[in-house]
């Protein structure tokens, strides 16, 4: 029996207020072990999640400190420094060189966060900036949790509309479906169209991509069309690119015709590291039926709507405009499985085992940085204790 040294994996319990997930789950630890890797997990980081600590234990996991984490040689979270700011500065002090951190990490905007990582010789790995080509679709974390965004949108919506979703014929008379219009087509977008469509809603939609266009109407929904041009909608990554205001000021007065007849407006039009367009204003909100329910999805960055909060509500001419800026972690328990799947299939891009003639692993696992690989190259923030990447 060959005798090696197991590489170490740590899962740190997450301290941004009102994160409940968690970056790795007890399911794919057997995926991890056949790379070579143990994994340490803090005490309780799986239990807002729903994941305790027996169910990581009896998949050989260890249950140990944050220290104890923080010594292992890759470290998987979900918010990396950058994207905790009140808990980020703690997590990179414990940091080491040759240390390789995965995590969301808002590197667009949070540079000083990653220069700080670089500073302690680490590497981070940014979910953020997993390329949307063929080879990395299993390890892109935005759209596994722009699915459930778009899906818990629609709830937050039906739970807030004082009407039903959908159409009903009863002894009482009929009742109207609701009019609910979804801005933007990417994943949280379309995954909003099926949500609002199953509960019976009359769903219309927009994209600044007339490619999308058969998509939208695959799940039952009108695609509305605006006689504007966008320039590239969408960058040689896959993520959507600014538009001019003039392109934004034209847009805000064709849709606006569709906002004054809809019961719900679900936005979704983010851009990476930039403030999010303004779509929908405080005269296209008052211009629409009382009772009105917005969802702003791009809360984070600004609001699609002009009138947006970020984590609150306000109401305004009668219409309720809610500004989550993170829905997925109210569905913690699959939020958690989709990313730590992201996270595992990233993990087994990255480690390598020396392999005898018969396939069989015959040496301990190793960390592989390859930067003519388009996958590593995109992802890789920081290493040999500088920024590396180009964007940050």
Avoid: W
């Amino acid at each position: 029996m060959l005798d090696f040294s197991p590489m170490k994996l740590g899962v740190p319990r997450e301290t941004f207020p009102s994160e409940r997930r968690v970056a790795i789950v007890p399911a794919v630890i057997p995926t991890l072990t056949k790379l070579g890797i143990d994994v340490v997990v803090e005490h309780d980081a799986g239990d807002a999640a729903g994941f305790p600590d027996t169910a990581y234990l009896e998949q050989k996991a260890t249950i140990g400190s944050r220290a104890d984490v923080f010594q292992c040689e890759i470290v998987a979270q979900v918010r990396t420094p950058g994207a905790n700011p009140p808990g980020g500065a703690a997590d990179t002090a414990a940091m080491r060189t040759g240390q390789m951190v995965i995590g969301f990490a808002d590197p667009l905007t949070a540079g000083d966060a990653a220069r700080a990582v670089a500073a302690r010789g680490a590497l981070l790995v940014a979910m953020e900036l997993v390329p949307r080509i063929t080879r990395a679709q299993s390890m892109d974390a935005l759209s596994s949790m722009a699915t459930i965004a778009g899906y818990k949108a629609v709830l937050l919506a039906a739970g807030t509309l004082p009407r039903m979703f959908p159409m009903l014929n009863t002894a009482a008379g009929t009742v109207a479906a609701a009019r609910v219009f979804v801005i933007g087509a990417g994943v949280a977008g379309l995954q909003a169209i099926a949500t609002a469509k199953r509960l019976g809603a009359r769903v219309d939609a927009y994209d600044v991509r007339p490619a999308v266009k058969e998509q939208i109407q695959s799940l039952g929904a009108r695609f509305v069309e605006m006689p504007i041009e966008a320039g590239d909608a969408q960058d040689a990554g896959g993520y959507a690119k600014a538009q001019d205001e003039n392109f934004y000021r034209r847009q805000r007065e064709l849709m606006l015709k569709t906002v004054v007849n809809t019961d719900v407006v679900i936005t979704t039009a983010a851009i990476p590291g930039k403030r999010s367009p303004v779509l929908i204003t405080a005269d296209m909100v008052r211009a629409m039926p009382p009772g009105s329910v917005i969802v702003d999805l791009a809360a984070e960055r600004g609001g699609n709507c002009e009138l947006t909060k970020a984590d609150e509500t306000v109401v305004e001419h009668g219409v309720t405009i809610l500004g989550p800026t993170n829905l997925t972690s109210t569905v913690p328990y699959h939020a958690s499985q989709m990313y730590a799947r992201n996270v595992v299939t990233l993990v087994q891009h990255l480690v390598r085992r020396d392999k005898g003639a018969d396939g069989k692993a015959t040496g301990a696992p190793a960390l592989v940085i390859d930067l003519s690989d388009e996958i590593t190259k995109d992802i890789l923030v920081t290493n040999g204790g500088q920024v590396i990447h180009p964007r940050v």
